[in-house]
């Protein structure tokens, strides 16, 4: 993981697994997936105990065997660095949580929808452009290619866990070692431009 640590240096991040809550920004009570528009996915008791075993092998270094790796076309990438099984879980999508709407006009590429609201002032993302993990450094695919949705390798779901909207990215299939890994960033909204992804 020594690249990682460079990759948020570089980028001036700190790491943190966590969704964080910052004054001037959406409160933690503000993220209730009950407020989602259509309900939203509900993470059943034994996975939310598997999410958290996860969560403490990483917090002891037992983490998925992944390394991000910088590509002169595709700038930070994550690939695998070992084998990965079919459905496990990567990684959480971590960083400081904001409305929606105080976030129109920000550049930052790697906002992550957590909540869309009935009522859209509600609406959340994950913003990890101060603080995030591993996650934020996966790329996506093309959507306007035939080829894009093969090179899919994993997906980002929105569950309700215990009642707040978390974003979990787990693999679709079996990874080899040294595959890059990529998710479909308009799997959700149909809104992130992808025409000049590799
Ligand atoms: C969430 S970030 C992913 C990490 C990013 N590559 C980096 O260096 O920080 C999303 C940005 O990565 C780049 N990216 C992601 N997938 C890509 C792909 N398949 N081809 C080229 N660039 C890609 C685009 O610049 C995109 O806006």
């Known amino acids: ?104 006009h920000d550049d930052c590429d790697s906002m992550m929808t957590l909540l869309l609201a009935r009522d859209p002032s509600k609406s959340l993302v994950i913003c990890p452009d101060k603080r995030g993990n591993i996650a934020r450094f996966i790329n996506g695919i093309n959507n306007h290619t035939p080829d894009g949705k093969k090179k899919q390798n994993c997906k980002c779901v929105r569950y309700d866990v215990n009642g707040e909207c978390r974003v979990i990215l787990v693999a679709t299939r079996d990874i080899a070692k040294g595959e890059r890994l990529y998710y479909d960033y308009n799997g959700y909204e149909h809104e992130y431009p992808t025409q000049h992804f590799v």
Do not use: H, W
């Open 1 to 104: 993981m020594g690249t990682l640590a460079s990759a948020l240096t570089a980028l001036q991040m700190e790491f943190s697994d966590d969704l964080t809550y910052l004054p001037g920004m959406a409160p933690q009570l503000a993220n209730q997936a009950k407020f989602e528009q259509g309900g939203m996915q509900v993470l059943s008791k034994e996975d939310i105990e598997m999410l958290e075993q996860c969560r403490a092998m990483c917090k002891r270094g037992e983490c998925p065997p992944l390394l991000v790796v910088f590509d002169s076309c595709e700038g930070y990438t994550v690939e695998a660095d070992d084998q990965i099984k079919d459905l496990t879980i990567l990684a959480e999508y971590s960083g400081d949580v904001d409305y929606i709407k105080n976030r129109e």
